[in-house]
């Protein structure tokens, strides 16, 4: 484009100086053309009226001559009468009568003044040349007409000028100033388009090259300009299989090794009406977008799994709130020291690892209902301190750096802790033969790669959580798979595969991403970053209270799986609570209004056949403010929330539940001051 | 007797042959005169007269050429005698140029014979010339004849009277007006063209009998005795102009028969009122 730039503006230049000359030209030729015609006319004119006038007067002194030829020459009066006629336009001329030796006969006593033209006749005598006559005729109207023509010439020349120099040139301008700003608005384009552009000549060599291309080949313009293109724009198909066009998909490798995924377009520039051999390549870096799609198929293979997941934990919350409860009440009925205690506690073990597993999958697939609140790492990380030692043995160092003021998070603290701990035991499982392992929490601000690997990540502050181990560290294969469920690393038996996939389901879900770093041989540190709050108090985190389990209170109880309901019933009636039983929200209904006023508390599975917990709620706080409600499900699907996230001051449990849980979370809910915003939540 | 005879005879024939000898010298003599043409027909008939006394000797009238070129043809000694109807003029004055006047006539005004016109006031004469009269009493048109600027007769009109000289000088700037170059053509144009009015001179009429009808002015007629007594008052002077070398022989003979009282007897019959010789006049 300089050589294009360079080459108009001189165009400009060029033909400005040849108008210019040309206009001068006829400018000058105007002006000398019109003295000079007039000029040329107006004495051609007068030479030739003065001949004639002159023999005219010639003629009239012969006649003289032959009516006395011996003494003519003295008939003064007559002579003189000759030489006084006035010209035929009225003007006089000097006219002298010559004899042979130029004496002066007769002299009119006109004078012609200068500059002057003359003329001068024979006179004959019977074929005798006796004497001459002389016109004189001054030619200084002429002169000072031609003056005037001259400045009429130089005047019409220099408007001529003027209208040629003006609109011709003004034209040119504009066509040449459109042409600049054309050519600068592609010069615009050219630098600044997110897509790589080479321009090539018809043997293939290089002519232009804008910055992405120069960033994608790795060539700067200067160095890549006339070299073969195949020398700087070195392309391979991305699958050898495929067949086509190579520039479909096609993987560029730069000077630097670098490779890019591009697609590539081509076409040829326009020589004025047919195809030069010219053209453009334009290729656009999409390894950024392959990347997101990799994403995208990773996250929609992440759903179908989810949805798998949740459907089942679903059903197996459910049955695991049975198995749990009755093994729990079971152990409390029992004691220690019956021989049956031991079975009956390996089956509530057996459920509780169930419910945890339960738990993962729900989490990795984010279909878990979370109850966000404002936390402070630090103080997460702190509590946890002591039972992480416990995890993670003797073999291993364990360091914590935590950040100074470090700025407050929202998330589910019960979350956030699973997440810790599952790091962690990666971590530990990565030292077989010990090492270092350190948790840092740190306020950052999010960095541009992990901006262009996380579309979904917001640029703002920050708080970052690491784990970090002096392991073994990953390979590149190991690394692509880290995060799907059911991948590990582990000997079989020894991790479930959901671990790291729990982890970024929980963050992502949280409005946060992890990060992963690892080099073989070095060791491996996973980031999670979860955007800052302000102005809100980090919470405290619970701590469990020891409350009084029995209630007097009246609980009006829908569930619509019978097991279910039956041990839910049975915990609440053993604690001392009046319960009536409803297998769907209909029934649920009717009860209420049956026991209105001695109801205290509905506790309502929220996904049942006919009206669901949410509608059953709705009504009968309708009919009675102040109702308390705490929902159960196992399966927290977008009837609670289409986030997945509870609203603020709604009561959840969620299933499956050991029987005390249930009975801390119904005293909770029963003695909190009140509930609001349960009726908007069911407006869905 | 005889030889009385014989001698009578030879003396005779000796003075006869002297005679012839002298008298061609005299008699083979020619006098180049010319000049204004008021002077040529008086002239004409003086040669006549002059070369009946002198056989041999030829009066060579040329063609009128005014006084102007009267004068100076006798200056320069291409004239023997020149005509002129004013007197020299200080530029034309040299040594040996003799100017002698010899008569006098009238300017008149004339018109054809058949023109009823009598007569016109002098101012109304002015009229004429600067075109404000354009027609004679029967409402024919005026045809004015003009004489050439430097005219003797021009500058005559023009001194008349102031009114006069603008008059004049007018009348050259009426279109299609005749000018007469000399006397002739003046009077041939008048006495030809119906309604023409021009000046010429009684001597002109009289002497060459042209059939023109001189117009009296203020009630005045011009006649010989209107002229002789002073009453017609427009009279000029003619002269004779001679170079002192040639007034010797027939040239001085002639120039002396001019004044010689048969001379003014043809003179005054030609219309011309002869004056009486005084002393020569030298340029």
Not at chain 1, 326 to 354: M, T, W
Not at chain 2, 15 to 40: D, F, M, W
Not at chain 2, 148 to 171: N, Q, W
Request: overall charge negative.
């Amino acid at each position: 484009m300089t050589a294009f730039s360079r080459s108009g503006e001189a165009s400009v230049h060029d033909v400005s100086r040849v108008l210019t000359l040309l206009g001068a030209t006829i400018a000058l030729v105007m002006a000398v053309s019109i003295p000079s015609t007039y000029y040329y006319f107006s004495i051609g004119a007068a030479r030739q009226s003065l001949r004639l006038e002159t023999v005219h007067i010639a003629r009239d002194i012969e006649n003289i001559v032959v009516a006395n030829p011996e003494m003519w020459e003295y008939e003064y009066v007559r002579l003189a009468d000759i030489v006084v006629q006035p010209t035929f336009d009225g003007t006089l001329d000097e006219r002298i009568i010559l004899d042979r030796k130029g004496k002066v006969i007769v002299h009119s006593m006109e004078r012609a003044a200068s500059p002057s033209i003359t003329a001068t006749i024979p006179i004959f005598d019977s074929g005798r040349h006796i004497a001459s006559v002389l016109g004189r005729r001054s030619v200084r109207k002429i002169v000072l007409g031609t003056s005037l023509m001259a400045l009429l010439g130089g005047l019409i020349g220099g408007l001529a000028y003027v209208i040629f120099m003006y609109y011709p040139i003004r034209m040119l301008n504009k066509v040449f100033n459109d042409l600049i700003r054309a050519k600068n608005k592609f010069e615009a384009t050219f630098r600044t388009i997110g897509e790589g552009i080479i321009a090539i000549d018809s043997n293939r060599r290089i002519t232009n090259l804008n910055p992405e291309g120069e960033r994608l080949v790795g060539w700067k313009l200067d160095e890549a300009l006339g070299k073969p293109l195949e020398d700087v724009y070195c392309l391979s198909r991305e699958d050898e299989s495929l067949e086509g066009n190579p520039g479909d998909h096609a993987i560029l490798r730069s000077r630097d090794g670098d490779e890019y995924c591009i697609v590539e377009n081509q076409s040829q520039i326009l020589d004025g009406e047919r195809l030069s051999a010219e053209k453009l390549i334009v290729f656009a870096d999409i390894t950024a977008r392959r990347k997101m799609e990799e994403q995208l198929r990773q996250s929609q293979k992440m759903e179908a799994v989810g949805r798998l997941a949740g459907g089942i934990a679903h059903d197996f919350n459910n049955l695991l709130t049975v198995i749990t409860g009755y093994s729990e009440l079971l152990l409390g009925q029992l004691g220690e020291r019956s021989p049956q205690y031991k079975e009956v506690e390996e089956i509530k073990r057996a459920g509780d690892r169930a419910r945890s597993l339960t738990q993962q999958l729900l989490a990795f697939s984010r279909k878990q209902l979370l109850q966000p609140q404002v936390l402070d790492l630090n103080k997460v990380v702190s509590l946890m301190e002591n039972m992480l030692r416990r995890v993670i043995g003797e073999d291993v160092e364990f360091r914590t750096i935590l950040g100074t003021d470090l700025e407050r998070v929202k998330a589910d603290p019960g979350q956030v802790e699973q997440v810790i701990a599952n790091l962690v035991v990666n971590a530990r499982d990565a030292m077989p033969d010990g090492g270092v392992l350190t948790i840092e929490t740190a306020n950052v601000g999010l960095g541009e790669e992990s901006l262009r690997d996380h579309p979904s990540a917001v640029d703002v502050p920050h708080v970052c959580l690491s784990v970090s181990d002096t392991g073994m560290g990953m390979s590149a294969d190991v690394k692509a798979h880290l995060f799907e469920p059911f991948f590990t690393t582990k000997e079989k038996g020894k991790g479930t595969g959901l671990g790291l996939s729990t982890v970024h389901g929980i963050i992502n879900q949280s409005g946060g991403h992890v990060r992963l770093d690892s080099k073989v041989g070095v060791g491996t540190t996973i980031r999670i970053y979860l955007p800052q709050v302000e102005g809100e108090e980090a919470m405290k985190l619970p701590d469990v209270p020891d409350v009084d389990l029995y209630g007097r209170e009246t609980v009006l109880l829908a569930e619509d799986e019978d097991i279910v309901r039956k041990i839910v019933a049975r915990v609440l009636v053993e604690k001392g609570y009046q319960v009536f039983l409803a297998s769907d929200g209909s029934e649920g209904l009717r009860l209420f209004e049956e026991h209105k006023e001695s109801v205290d508390l509905l506790i309502t599975d929220v996904v049942m056949p006919g009206m669901g917990g949410r509608e059953l709620a709705t009504r009968v706080k309708a009919a009675k403010p102040g109702l308390k409600v705490l929902y159960m499900s196992g399966y927290t699907d977008e009837a609670i929330n289409p986030h997945g996230v509870l609203e603020e001051g709604l009561s959840f449990i969620q299933k499956p539940f050991a029987p005390d849980e249930l009975l801390r979370k119904v005293r909770e809910v029963l003695e909190k001051a009140g509930q609001v915003g349960d009726g908007e939540a069911g407006s869905r | 007797m005889v030889m009385r005879d014989s001698v009578i005879r030879y003396l005779i024939a000796a003075i006869g042959v002297i005679a012839v000898l002298h008298g061609s010298a005299i008699a083979g003599e020619v006098i180049r005169c010319s000049g204004t043409g008021t002077s040529i027909g008086g002239m004409t008939s003086l040669a006549a007269e002059f070369e009946k006394k002198h056989p041999g000797t030829r009066i060579h009238l040329f063609p009128s050429m005014g006084s102007t070129g009267g004068i100076r043809a006798t200056k320069d000694g291409k004239l023997d005698v020149g005509f002129s109807a004013r007197p020299l003029k200080d530029v034309e004055k040299a040594p040996g140029l003799i100017e002698e006047p010899y008569a006098e006539t009238a300017v008149v005004f004339g018109t054809r014979l058949s023109n009823p016109a009598e007569g016109f006031r002098l101012s109304e004469i002015e009229e004429i010339y600067n075109a404000r009269r354009t027609t004679w009493a029967d409402g024919s048109p005026i045809r004015l004849a003009l004489r050439p600027h430097s005219d003797s007769y021009t500058d005559f009109l023009k001194h008349i009277e102031s009114g006069m000289k603008t008059a004049v000088e007018a009348s050259y700037n009426v279109p299609g007006v005749f000018i007469g170059t000399t006397d002739r053509d003046a009077a041939r144009y008048i006495e030809r063209t119906p309604g023409a009015f021009g000046v010429t001179t009684y001597a002109v009429v009289t002497s060459e009998k042209r059939k023109i009808k001189m117009l009296a002015v203020d009630g005045v007629t011009p006649t010989m005795e209107s002229i002789s007594s002073g009453k017609y008052p427009y009279r000029i002077t003619l002269y004779l102009v001679y170079r002192k070398e040639s007034y010797t022989g027939r040239t001085k003979e002639f120039v002396d028969f001019v004044f010689s009282r048969e001379a003014q007897q043809i003179l005054l019959k030609n219309g011309f009122f002869p004056l009486k010789r005084s002393r020569q006049r030298m340029g």
